[in-house]
């Protein structure tokens, strides 16, 4: 029978919202060498601009602020600096620049500069492009996983958009659930 | 004045205890508790309780990198990155794998962390006896030797044990699995207990599930707190609410006020005496300073995790012993064994929607074995048990891949549309003489010491094994009415279960066996070895309560000879 085929299924026991990339580089191991290490620096506008890219991926509502208010704009190149290998950062710088090149050639602006409707325009290309490109990795693949993860581990994220329990002090496994109700902000 | 004298007698003690981890704080109280002085060694740095839970009480938003690992540390610790135990969160309590090096003949991920109450701090704290199938399996089948104990020779130090430590779990009367002394057992979920009532019925009871036995309070016990559920034991426990070496034995063992813990002391080798054919002491190497001294006591109880003390008494070598202390046997390294896992089912289930989770259970349900007994014959020996748990996470497969955007977001703000049930094996590794260790002294670790090499693997029994792990799983799964069931196999290595046993094994006769049924050594009466290593067999179930059993039972047998004057 086929459901008895081993699966490598890492992603579906973690939870599928973060790609198999993300998961190959924050969980699992491989040793890089020294030289390798801190490849990229990013500027001022370069964490401007990841600020409002994850600002399109996961945006204010009127529930609660966004990615950029949870800080993503510095969180994101931090993480790509201390936790991606060297080709990965490599990937990630030129595809953030890539992706400027495109919002000059398209729309005559920097990413910055563009209305949300523009930014969802581009970011949504860039999605297709990942989808097509079978998610290997991308900036697009890379900056929205460490959005989804920096803002769901933000202090925003686990008390406004979820809700965060820091003391149960007791476990019901058999609470009612009404529709709505948001998820806990930790397992 | 003889100063020599002075530091001679300065440095004895009645008793030394090598490492301060489960096995090893137990020796400590025990010893202690029985009026002996006692010095225990450390080789790394001291935890205080509460104090040095450094992110116990952090919330998410509070780690730098979202709990995840930098290049800098994957680069320091490329072991202890091969599995999750190792993150932001955790990383004090694991070593630094360039600092002390091993050599793998065969992939083996040691899994090591050196510090006071060692992986006391860290452990999954599953709590199960084993029965007499798994002291009578060995001599039914002919692999490994004969346990020299059965049930009834360890059930009262079971007993003592748990009362001490603070079980949580369900008596089920089954034959593979003994009762013991529990505290109130924690909840099944709503979808655990309609898991847990369709298998049995299916079944006929030929196999249950029960909640898992931990050693996490559920009630307040022994003056500690009981659990919170917040399900971040391993961070340790500010409410000292599951067992650790710090939250129970230390405490216990400081109260008599005849413990010294010197934390920073490697035990490089067991001082052997020709004359009197005993231990005298321990050589040790200040891991800060690297200078040597010595510490001397009329028994030595090894505890320095299996392999760090089989490490010791291999590098223990003496005229007398040139092949490592009391190896005369031969078995001294060898028999090394660790369950094998990471593969099972997992499916989902419907009908639940309107049920959630409120607190965060750190334990899960437990199958116990149920192969190769009675009716259930397999096409290998031994068997496995199942741990796992149903929960409502935050997966939403309705969401198209690489969404984002307002509606990403929301849906990702609420719980997962349907709960999940997974069931993951545990299985029995048959002891085999040619899984080994042995000192390699072509390396030196940051302390000028040889290091060790492992060879070790898995073999057809295991493989065998591994298939049903799957099959049964999705089979029960099924049964249990749960969707979309997936069987997985996430590969495993030997040493990532963090149950490796056996390289200093217990028997009957000296000519194949380290220790005696007292966990004495048969060629060295005053040293004792009561950790991991003096495991014949590694059954199915998490082994550290067998450890602290025979650890007690060793200390009230090794106190009374030394009150008779036979050691």
Redesign the interface.
Known sequence: MN????????A??M???I?ATTMGV???????P?KE?NFITFSASDEETLAEFAE????T?T??A?AKAAGLGA?IP??VR????AKMQEIFANGLQAMNERCTKEFNKSFISLTTAER?QI?TEL?DE??AAN?TPSF??IA?DLT???Y????IG?TA??E???????????????P???????? | MNINTDLKKQNTYDAIVVGSGISGGWAAKELTEKGLKVLMLERGMNIEHIKDYDSAMKSPWEFEHAGKLTEEQKRTHPVQTRDYPYNEATEKWWVNDLECPYTEDKRFDWYRGFHVGGKSLMWGRQSYRFSDHNFEDNAKDGHGNDWPIRYKDISPWYDYAEKFIGVSGQNENWPLLPDGHFLPPMDLNCVEKSVKERIEKQYNKSRILTIGRTANLTVPHNGRGNCQYRNLCSRGCPFGAYFSTQSSTLPAAMATKRLTVRPYSIVNHIIYDKDTKKAKGVMVIDAETNETMEFYAKIVFVNGSTLGSTFVLLNSTSEAHPTGLGNGSGQLGHNLMDHHFRCGAEGSAEGFEDKYTYGRRANGIYIPRYQNIGNDKRDYLRGFGYQGGASRGSWHKEVAELAFGQNFKETMSLPADSWSMGLGGFGEMLPYYENKVYIDHTKKDKWGQPVLAIDCEYKENEAKMREDMMNDAAEMLEAAGMKNVKAYDNDCYPGMAIHEMGTARMGNDPKTSVLNKWNQMHEVNNVFVTDGSCMPSIACQNPSLTFMALTARACDYAVKELKKGNI
């Open positions: 459901r008895r085929q081993a699966l490598k299924n890492v579906f026991l939870g599928g919202a790609s924050l969980f699992e191991s491989f040793t890089v020294e290490k399109i991926i996961i945006p509502t529930s609660s966004g969180f931090m993480m201390d936790c991606y290998p969802v970011v999605k990942a989808l998610k697009f693949i929205r989804i993860l920096g769901f581990s933000s202090e686990c958009a979820r965060y329990l820091p003391v149960p002090g007791r476990y019901d496994g058999s609470a009612p659930y009404s709505g109700q948001k998820a806990w902000a930790t397992n």
